[in-house]
């Protein structure tokens, strides 16, 4: 008898799919100077908020996969989720007010990378949770991979504080491999859970 599909975990595909191209749209449109003043006015603003939303709808829905699938899921996942969360609850909270009127913690989140490095942190340690499992590791290699691309795309962000390497067109290469490894994991998990 197969796994029943969970509607949940395909949702959280469709959501970590769309993650990866409103990513990849918000880095491409905020910062290209030859941009209409409408998008960046509209669009960008927009982007800015999608993004960390569906980042959090597809930990939710990969959680719920990993967790139904192969029994409640260990201690190790559960925090690598945890961590996801907060990095896109951290994501939204920038997105919606000011980063000079932000409070405590959240003042000090536009130097430590934003929300991304606890996003990156998150999937790196669910992936290394999923992997450990009696799971098919395709899906936990994907998802670890891209903690990992998203982990060199912000430490060579030259916007970034902790900067290792200050090279934009690297920054650039591991950003859009980032949205293409979310897109990618994302189908997967739709797949699987269907």
Request: a neutral charge; aromatic letters at 8%.
């Amino acid at each position: 008898m197969g796994i029943p599909s969970s509607p949940l975990a395909r949702w959280g595909g469709v959501a970590a799919c769309l993650g990866g191209i409103s990513y990849g749209a918000y880095g491409y449109f905020s910062d290209n100077p030859d941009v209409p003043r409408l998008v960046i006015t509209a669009v960008v603003p927009l982007l800015k908020l999608a993004t960390p939303a569906l980042f959090l709808g597809g930990l939710v829905g990969l959680h719920s996969w990993v967790g139904s699938r192969f029994g409640e899921g260990g201690h190790l996942e559960r925090a690598g989720v945890v961590l996801g969360l907060l990095g896109s609850v951290a994501g939204l909270l920038g997105g919606m007010m000011d980063e000079e009127h932000g409070m405590g913690l959240w003042a000090m989140l536009p130097h430590l990378g934003g929300g991304r490095t606890l996003l990156y942190t998150g999937l790196t340690v669910v992936g290394v949770a999923t992997l450990s499992k009696d799971a098919p590791r395709l899906l936990g290699a994907l998802v670890l991979g891209s903690g990992a691309l998203g982990w060199v795309s912000l430490l060579t962000d030259p916007g970034y504080s902790g900067i290792l390497v200050s090279m934009k067109s690297l920054h650039v290469a591991f950003a859009a491999l980032f949205c293409l490894s979310c897109v990618v994991w994302g189908g997967v998990l739709f797949s699987e859970a269907s």
